[in-house]
């Protein structure tokens, strides 16, 4: 692998073009490639970010020479086809969550990297902060004794328009697809994979989640308790309990730059501690040095949201689904 990692971005949408400014900041990272539908998206979006080959089909990026990985950008329903492709071009891939529609079509991706030995990374990017990074610390060194209850949300509230991913089914619309998967993510990241699930949703006229409350219970007798909206806004923290203290992530707690550490220990009260980590940019280059890390290092996966807890967390949203009654027109062909 080179010095300099040369990435292509596949899609030219809103996510692909916060991607391209956020590896502005990293000099070992070069926008060598873009691949749309058309030439004219991709012509725009090389403009905008000086990206010198640019691609009017996803099949001729995944095939330029000069690009050594790339960032699945679309729509979830296309995630699995768009991955697939770039493996099968032998490209490793960062794919934007959620990860695919549901946990099959996961399994597949996976498995297409796994067969072909190559890197696969669900693009998580809240797991990459530097605020995230202090919280595993916290839990690991007991700050706040042994993590018992989560609370956290992530709802907005989102102008009602049936054309748009958020509202379409055939998009794999709703909150839990969209923005539901970041609580139920760091959930997994706290306690692993839940033994039991319980959620009530709101489903709307266009039939997918526009608001819905779950319940995961863990192994130990762990639980979390999350909210997930596009028609609700919501304070956007994120709370960890534990037996010694609780954290408490200040909004936006998926994007933080602030948290509140209260440890008790053998006390009775203890003051709180206001740890303030800012972050550069807006945020996405962390997940691309972990990508170019990983690529440096030879790994096929991150440690830090491996593959087998994507499928989990995967098999984790189908099953809230399940209970919803949710299906997306693809699942029922």
Same mark, same amino acid.
């Given at each position: 692998m080179a010095e300099k990692i040369r990435w292509g971005i596949l899609g030219t949408g809103a996510i692909a073009k916060k991607f391209a400014e956020g590896l502005k900041l990293l000099d070992d990272a070069e926008l060598a490639a873009v691949g749309s /539908?058309?030439?004219?998206s991709a012509d725009a979006f090389g403009d905008a970010f000086r990206v010198l080959h640019r691609h009017a089909s996803y099949e001729g990026l995944?095939?330029?020479a000069d690009v050594d990985v790339i960032y699945v950008a679309t729509p979830h329903s296309l995630h699995k086809d768009n991955t697939i492709l770039c493996l099968e071009a032998?490209?490793?891939v960062l794919c934007e969550k959620p990860f695919a529609i549901n946990a099959r079509e996961a399994e597949e991706m996976v498995r297409c990297a796994r067969e072909r030995k190559l890197f696969l990374m669900e693009a998580m990017w809240s797991r990459f902060f530097p605020i995230m990074f202090k919280v595993r610390e916290l839990l690991q060194g007991e700050v706040i004794g042994e993590p018992r209850m989560l609370t956290a949300d992530f709802g907005f509230r989102a102008k009602m328009d049936p054309e748009t991913r958020l509202f379409n089914p055939a998009l794999g619309?709703?909150?839990?697809?969209?923005?539901?998967?970041?609580?139920v993510s760091l959930s997994s990241m706290i306690f692993g994979t839940p033994t039991r699930i319980a959620g009530m949703a709101h489903l709307g006229d266009m039939g997918v989640d526009e608001q819905a409350a779950i319940i995961l219970g863990f192994p130990g007798g762990e639980l979390a308790v999350l909210h997930t909206a596009i028609r609700t806004r919501t304070p956007q923290e994120a709370i960890i309990m534990g037996t010694d203290g609780h954290v408490r992530i200040h909004s936006a707690w998926w994007?933080?730059?602030r948290m509140t550490v209260t440890g008790f220990g053998k006390k009775e009260a203890a003051s709180p501690e206001v740890v303030e980590l800012p972050y550069e940019g807006n945020g996405y280059h962390y997940e691309a040095t972990e990508v170019m890390q990983c690529l440096h290092a030879g790994k096929r996966e991150s440690n830090v949201i491996p593959l087998d807890e994507?499928?989990?967390?995967? /098999?984790?949203?189908?099953?809230?689904r399940t209970q919803w009654g949710l299906k997306y027109p693809m699942e029922l062909e």
């Amino acid at each position: 692998m080179a010095e300099k990692i040369r990435w292509g971005i596949l899609g030219t949408g809103a996510i692909a073009k916060k991607f391209a400014e956020g590896l502005k900041l990293l000099d070992d990272a070069e926008l060598a490639a873009v691949g749309s /539908r058309t030439q004219q998206s991709a012509d725009a979006f090389g403009d905008a970010f000086r990206v010198l080959h640019r691609h009017a089909s996803y099949e001729g990026l995944v095939s330029d020479a000069d690009v050594d990985v790339i960032y699945v950008a679309t729509p979830h329903s296309l995630h699995k086809d768009n991955t697939i492709l770039c493996l099968e071009a032998g490209k490793p891939v960062l794919c934007e969550k959620p990860f695919a529609i549901n946990a099959r079509e996961a399994e597949e991706m996976v498995r297409c990297a796994r067969e072909r030995k190559l890197f696969l990374m669900e693009a998580m990017w809240s797991r990459f902060f530097p605020i995230m990074f202090k919280v595993r610390e916290l839990l690991q060194g007991e700050v706040i004794g042994e993590p018992r209850m989560l609370t956290a949300d992530f709802g907005f509230r989102a102008k009602m328009d049936p054309e748009t991913r958020l509202f379409n089914p055939a998009l794999g619309g709703g909150a839990l697809l969209d923005v539901g998967v970041y609580p139920v993510s760091l959930s997994s990241m706290i306690f692993g994979t839940p033994t039991r699930i319980a959620g009530m949703a709101h489903l709307g006229d266009m039939g997918v989640d526009e608001q819905a409350a779950i319940i995961l219970g863990f192994p130990g007798g762990e639980l979390a308790v999350l909210h997930t909206a596009i028609r609700t806004r919501t304070p956007q923290e994120a709370i960890i309990m534990g037996t010694d203290g609780h954290v408490r992530i200040h909004s936006a707690w998926w994007h933080p730059t602030r948290m509140t550490v209260t440890g008790f220990g053998k006390k009775e009260a203890a003051s709180p501690e206001v740890v303030e980590l800012p972050y550069e940019g807006n945020g996405y280059h962390y997940e691309a040095t972990e990508v170019m890390q990983c690529l440096h290092a030879g790994k096929r996966e991150s440690n830090v949201i491996p593959l087998d807890e994507t499928l989990a967390i995967m /098999r984790t949203l189908d099953e809230i689904r399940t209970q919803w009654g949710l299906k997306y027109p693809m699942e029922l062909e």
